[in-house]
Structures are given as C-alpha cells and as structure tokens.
C-alpha cells in the first residue's frame, strides 16, 4: 500500500455522503457554469478521500484517525 488510511470509518461514511450531496447540490442549483464544476470538483475530492479513507490534508497536519469508542 502506497499509503496509510488516516480516516475512520464513520468519517469515511460521511465524507462519501457529504460529498455527494455538495456535488448534486452544486449542479442543481448552480449547474454547469465554471464555479458550479468547481464545486463539484471538491465534492468529488471530498468523496473520494471518504472512498479510500486517506485525506492528504490530515497527512499534512499529521492527524490519524480515533480508533475504538470514545
């Protein structure tokens, strides 16, 4: 593996969720004009980071997930 998951699961879950809904939110309500795909751009990264549970913005700032109960 090229990298290490810095993203729990739940948070993996509502990132996945959140960037979906920023994503067809950007393009319902603002459509295809250059800062609605902007938008939607971070939605997809937003999504994606949830889809493999790495976040390179929490590498950066060196973050690791909680694991177990809090």
Known sequence: MLYRKNVGSRES??????????????????????LGLLIAASGVFTALTGVFGFCPACALAGRKPLDGPR
């Open 13 to 34: 879950l509502v990132r996945v969720l959140g960037g979906a809904l920023i994503v067809i939110g950007s393009l319902s309500q603002i459509g295809t004009t250059p």
